[in-house]
């Protein structure tokens, strides 16, 4: 009796992922919203790509990042939820009461999250591709774009499943979602870090790290395989990833311990 | 393994407003007892079921499930054990047939021995015509029946129900008292019960401990204990307060002062037999010139019980 860790891991990520297509509002919304960014800021806003600094760039190019990274920080947001959710009904403790390993318990949800996310960055890129989208680096620039989503999809859901298991409550984990304002919009996000006005704003843009996974998508997407530049953007995932991990794997411990 | 519980002086505070919830309990469950831990709420009852089954750590003290210690090797004592919580566990957004499967497959089982064991355990709780429905759409009394189900699971050599039929109606408790009864009686399973009913405990248990303030104050059979407490008690209020503290005087000499309770300006003596003891009772006052305002007799509850353990406790039947 009793199973590997891969396999309790395997049984709970399949139950998060029932359960999230079960509740399709639960990824929908943000869904739409980022459709929505893509569409109104390419439509009010391209016009500005004719600046000197764009560089003749494609500003649907320019703005997909800010879709694709909004999609995959609201939709990590949703691995928290569904711990608090179980938590809250029970489910949870009813988990730790079998001899499922404790890792597992923890990794399901994040895990279930994850692919969530991947399924929502391949179709806002498909409308990105709808709306005359042209990356530079082809299909491999646009797995590379995919995998930076999903690593800073995973560092969100690091730190909502952290938030969740610390607070154990629907209200508090909501409210940790409020960092994604500053995260995706004191940054690069419309323009380039050149034409950002504010000083405070461009000290923001240089301490946010979101700023450097946009840099990193955009060069696959506008400029082409430039290995430094790629890189920022992977440095700043493994960073935070490092950080925020470690933030849910100690608040794990304190959820499940018995303390 | 074997289906015991041993527990030595288990104790448990908690560091949050340093709550002594558990103090130095003691006892054991021999395999295949249907045990009972009756008490009040806040008694500690839930605090000690979280410790038997590895959800919580004690702060001093022991204790072994099934021959296992419940702090240094908790998924043995898991495989084991199967848990009823006072919240159930069931996830609504699943049907009770995909629930009971992936307990299953987590407790070990393959595809098909986990679709069996689901298929013969929504028998068992009647609920096969409802199996493919969301757990969601389940009503209160499902759900419990369901969730008793997942404790079923891998077969467990002794189950913990912490509250189980609190906030059911008379039918589904019926139902899951029904199949309590059977699994200790047909499959020999250990149980260890929480309760508030005093009527539940005494129709159920072997045994009964009751819990109060973190502490067992009494145990025995129902028998015993209600051997102890009297058959009948009787319940006067009095029109003025002068009137009941010279019945109080009366009685107490009478019949004796562990027997006369007064509380809340009701007074309340236990007796073996009272139809008989009630007109002694009201004629030895109205000799007395003490004007009653009401007689009621009835039988003892869970209430009494605790009233009556209670003001022993503290020395003296008096005030509480």
Redesign the interface.
């Known amino acids: 009796m009793g199973n590997s860790v891969w396999k309790d891991t395997w049984l709970i990520t399949v139950r998060n992922i029932k359960t999230t297509i079960r509740n399709p509002f639960s990824f929908i919304p943000n869904l739409i919203i980022s459709a929505f960014f893509l569409l109104v800021y390419e439509g009010g806003l391209s016009g500005i790509a004719q600046l000197p600094t764009f560089d003749g760039a494609n500003y649907l190019a320019f703005i997909l990042p800010v879709s694709i990274v909004s999609a995959a920080i609201g939709g990590a947001g949703g691995a928290g939820q569904g711990i608090v959710k179980d938590i809250e009904n029970g489910f949870f403790s009813r988990l730790l009461l079998t001899p499922a390993s404790r890792l597992a318990i923890v990794l399901g949800p994040i895990i279930a999250g994850m692919l969530q996310l991947f399924v929502q960055t391949i179709l806002i890129i498909c409308i990105g591709f709808l709306l005359g989208l042209k990356v530079e680096t082809g299909f491999l620039g646009v797995l590379f774009v995919l995998f930076i989503a999903i690593g800073w999809g995973l560092a969100f859901a690091g730190y909502s499943a952290g938030v969740a298991l610390r607070t154990k409550n629907a209200q508090a984990s909501q409210s940790g979602t409020l960092i994604f304002f500053p995260l995706i919009f004191l940054s690069t996000t419309f323009v380039p870090y050149e034409l950002i006005d504010a000083q405070w704003l461009k000290i923001a843009a240089t301490i946010n790290p979101t700023t450097y996974i946009f840099e990193s998508m955009r060069t696959v997407l506008i400029d082409g395989w430039i290995f430094w530049d790629m890189m920022q953007g992977v440095i700043a995932i493994v960073v935070v990833c490092a950080l925020t991990i470690t933030f849910a794997a100690v608040s794990a411990k304190k959820a499940v311990a018995r303390g | 393994m074997n289906g015991r519980i041993e527990v030595e002086h288990l104790s448990k505070t908690f560091?949050k407003g340093n709550v002594q919830a558990v103090r130095d309990v003691s006892f054991e469950v021999e395999e295949g007892e249907f045990f009972a831990f009756l008490g009040p709420n806040g008694a500690g009852k839930s605090t000690t079921v979280q410790i038997l089954?590895?959800?919580?750590?004690a702060t001093g003290g022991k204790a072994l499930v099934a021959g296992h210690d419940v702090?240094k090797e908790?998924?043995e004592v898991?495989?084991y054990?199967g848990?009823a919580?006072q919240?159930?566990?069931?996830?609504?957004?699943?049907t009770g047939r995909?629930l009971l499967e992936?307990?299953a497959?987590?407790?070990?089982f393959n595809k098909e021995g986990s679709r069996k064991r689901s298929v013969d355990l929504l028998d068992i709780v009647q609920l096969t015509e409802d199996a493919d429905r969301?757990v969601g759409n389940y009503s209160g009394g499902m759900r419990r029946r369901l969730d008793l189900a997942?404790t079923l699971v891998?077969e467990p050599k002794i189950l913990f129900l912490d509250e189980p039929t609190t906030g059911l109606d008379p039918s589904n408790r019926m139902a899951i008292w029904k199949e309590l009864r059977r699994l200790n009686e047909e499959n020999g399973t250990t149980i260890f019960l929480t309760t508030q009913y005093l009527e539940e405990a005494d129709s159920l248990a072997h045994r009964i401990s009751i819990i109060n303030r973190g502490e067992i104050v009494a145990t025995g059979t129902p028998k015993e204990l209600k051997s102890q407490i009297g058959n009948d008690l009787i319940t006067l209020t009095f029109k003025t307060k002068g009137d009941l503290d010279r019945a109080e005087e009366v009685l107490t000499r009478s019949v004796g002062e562990r027997e006369v309770i007064v509380q809340n300006s009701k007074l309340t003596i236990y007796v073996d037999d009272g139809a008989q003891e009630m007109v002694e009772i009201v004629r030895m006052l109205d000799q007395e010139e003490v004007e009653v305002d009401s007689v009621n007799l009835s039988s003892p509850t869970l209430d009494d019980i605790f009233l009556k353990i209670t003001s022993e406790q503290q020395g003296k039947g008096g005030e509480k």
């Open positions: 560091k089954t590895t959800l919580i750590n702090v908790p998924d898991r495989r054990i848990v919580l919240e159930t566990g069931v996830d609504p957004d699943l995909e992936l307990q497959r987590i407790f070990g969301r997942l891998n």
